[in-house]
């Protein structure tokens, strides 16, 4: 290998999150490989990886490619992006439509990481994964979402202090309220999946689903840029002593702090009135028998 850059492989670096991070890092020095799904979707100045993480041959085939590049020098970094994000009723969520966002946030990301240990532990490297502070505090209908990045945030804890005797260590970044393309792809869906709602079913959540929907992207349209992420990624990546978790993007400690001190009770009180949901048994007559 004649490159003498620190290698890193970026998953979902399309678009959002993971494009900034790439370029953050192939602007720092890093020899970025940018995990993508098309031909053509990777930021110039990174080296293309075709990586859908739900395809099994496509990992082993990136991870063949990373080990003829970096050779014995290994892999420094791994930063797991990819994801995708739902919002659905617990109700109503289609059964495929769940095991797939476990299949992409969860599986994906632990098929990914075993791929690449081997590397990673030759360099001595690190893991960041791209988690959500809905791991802690998870929205009325978000339920999809927040329960794929709780199960990855767990994992994430258990891989940490599995690899750490192998001089791996492993970061959870914990964004919120962050301006990505992925808001428009949450409201394209969230308007399907009102259509797909069973018709004696549409009436008890339309409304405070549609609602909850329209305040929590416009929440997001208002956040932090994706750039904010990737900084707070290069961090982990090169900090001497890197912390287990980083909180970052707009009233991320605001939610942390919610979620760690409040009663539930008043949690909720607190969420019903920023999402406008009704009351408490207020659609108790509109229940069909």
Known sequence: MNCTKPHVV????????????????AGSGWHVFAGI???GDAPSETTPLILDVTRPEQVKAAVVAVEQHVGAAGLAGLVDNAGIGVAWPVELVPLDALRHIFEVNVVGQVAVTQGFLPLLRQARGRIVVIGSIGDRMN???????????????????????EVAAFGVRVVLIAPASIHTEAVDKVEQGARRAVDEFPPELRDLYATSYTGMVATAMARERAGSPPVVVARVVSKALTARRPRAR?????????LA????????????????????????????QRVPS
């Open 10 to 25: 970026v998953t979902g670096a399309s678009t959002g999150i993971g494009r900034a991070t790439a370029r953050e890092l």
């Open 37 to 39: 799904r098309r031909d």
């Open 139 to 161: 929205l009325p209908f978000g339920g999809p979402l927040g329960a794929s990045k709780a199960a990855l945030a767990g994992l994430t804890e258990s891989l940490r202090q």
């Open 246 to 254: 980083y909180l970052v993007g707009k009233d991320v400690r605001l």
């Open 257 to 284: 702090m919610i979620a760690g001190w409040l009663p539930i009770r008043l949690q909720d009180a607190i969420r019903r009135r920023v999402f406008g949901l009704p009351a408490p048994g207020s659609l108790v």
